[in-house]
């Protein structure tokens, strides 16, 4: 059975803040020192809590965007310009800064190299960031195992971890964006939302088995399970994190 | 541990109704989606729902069976264990209650099961005296694929993973059975108003 994940109550736990780093011009990306963390796995999440100086307290979940590293986790932040947490986490945070977190949460929407591949992965915007722990943890452990990561973003100053993945892209890691929104001049790559014969030529087909997991706002998300099940892979190979309303 | 205080943090603090949100969740107006693989699409000709297990005989209904057995509106607050809380929704759907009729049975638990294999546990006391129902309609319109449609349990006093969407039928069980979330990292029981969120709560 996968998911054994943590025995016993998660508690809330103080979170070193250590760096701040922005991503993009909406996301950042913040690493937190959390002494005593359990470590956790490629793919899960954890809980972030805010307390006000009168009480007042909010929580959140955020995928973990680091792979296992003893007590260091990073998380990336969209700054949401109406939400309550996120424009908190992303400007006011400084290194020296303390917050709560508890986790890590989830057994499911995990990856790890035992599992072996081949792998396609299918991220929307910040629905990249489980991915990129397992694609971190892929590179960390020395695996080449066959992986596609299929990225859509809006545009070519919005794509998260840009330059981590192009170091990364090879050794049997095949990089895939495609940019919605806009294009730089001379763009040859893809320009639409994810589909059906996007998500063919990217690979692997069914015959292969891929393990599949798609991350992301739930339009998206949507459309690219309903896409990969159309095309013929397995419902049960498919794993899928949403975030974000439904759209309708 | 007192909690530590983020400076400058004020937060939005909705004017919700006090007493009407459970400790760590916000409320939203839009309703946002958990689900841990594709979307089912089962056409009502092919849907049925089914009581079995620990019963003196399994029962069974078609869609068109389903849809003729007396069903209610139902206003409620539901609370998702990714925190978000959504107030007086309004479904329409048919009471557990009005399904066990006549059924006998010494089990304790369920398992409510679903199309795409997905499996929750609630104890069977959770969902009978008009506290579950299996609801069909959302917002006065039939109940969209993505939010469980046809289908979906309504069981608004635990988290909401507990409301299996795409619910084909109840599996009554001697012994408690954790489902797909509750081996995975979940509460047995999942009661927002005590924050039972993970495993360990």
């Known amino acids: 059975m996968e998911g054994t994940t943590v025995l016993g109550r998660l508690t809330w736990q103080p979170a070193d803040v250590t760096g701040v ?10 690493a937190f020192g959390v002494p005593g963390w359990a470590g956790h796995r490629a793919g899960q999440h954890l809980d972030v809590r805010l307390t006000a100086d009168d009480g007042y307290q909010a929580e959140r979940s955020y995928s973990i965007a680091s792979a296992p590293d003893g007590t260091r986790v990073e998380l990336t932040v969209v700054r949401i310009a109406d939400g309550e947490v996120s424009p908190y986490l992303t400007d006011d945070l400084q290194p020296g800064d303390q917050i709560e977190l508890r986790g890590p949460v989830g057994g499911y929407f995990v ?3 035992p599992l072996g591949g081949p792998l396609l992965l299918v991220a929307g915007g910040s629905g990249v960031a489980p991915l990129m722990a397992m694609i971190r943890l892929r590179a960390a452990a020395g695996s080449d195992v066959d992986t596609r990561l299929l990225l859509s973003s809006r545009g070519w100053d919005d794509i998260i971890y840009r330059d981590e993945l192009e170091r990364l892209n090879g050794n049997g890691l095949t990089v895939v964006h495609t940019l919605t929104m806009s294009q730089p001049p001379g763009w040859a790559g893809y320009a639409r939302r994810v589909d059906a014969a996007m998500l063919a030529e990217v690979g692997p087909g069914p015959a292969e088995r891929p393990r599949v997991y798609i991350c992301g706002p739930t339009p998206f998300v949507e459309a690219a399970a309903q896409a990969l099940v159309g ?10 994190e949403r975030f974000g309303p439904t759209g309708s | 541990m007192p909690p530590i205080i983020s400076r400058g943090f004020r937060g939005r603090r909705e004017d919700a109704p006090p007493g009407r949100v459970p400790p760590g969740q916000y409320v939203t107006r839009d309703f946002p989606v958990l689900s841990a693989g594709p979307t089912p699409h089962t056409p009502l000709e092919r849907w049925d729902f089914t009581i079995s297990g620990e019963v003196d005989e399994p029962r069974r209904w078609t869609w068109e069976e389903f849809r003729a057995l007396p069903a209610e509106e139902i206003t ?5 264990v990714t925190k978000w809380s959504k107030l007086d929704t309004v479904w329409q759907g048919v009471r557990v ?3 066990l009729e006549g059924i006998e049975t010494s089990a304790g638990y369920t398992v409510a099961f679903s199309d795409g294999g997905y499996t929750t546990n609630v104890p069977l006391e959770d969902l009978t005296e008009g506290k579950a129902w299996v609801a069909f309609s ?3 319109e039939p109940l969209q694929p993505v939010h469980g449609g046809p289908a979906r349990m309504l069981v608004p006093h635990l988290y909401f993973w507990k409301s299996a969407k795409w619910v084909r039928g109840l599996r009554l ?3 408690d059975e954790p489902g797909f979330w509750e081996t995975n990292g979940y509460h047995n029981y999942g009661d927002p108003w005590r924050e039972q969120r993970y495993w360990g709560d």
């Open chain 2, 138 to 140: 959302y917002g006065g």
């Open chain 2, 76 to 80: 409620a607050d539901i609370h998702c």
């Open chain 1, 21 to 30: 780093v922005a991503e993009t011009p909406r996301a950042k990306t913040i």
């Open chain 2, 173 to 175: 069980t001697a012994a």
């Open chain 2, 97 to 99: 209650d009005t399904l």
């Open chain 1, 231 to 240: 095309l013929g892979h397995q419902p049960e190979a498919i794993k899928t």
């Open chain 1, 111 to 113: 990856w790890e190299p």
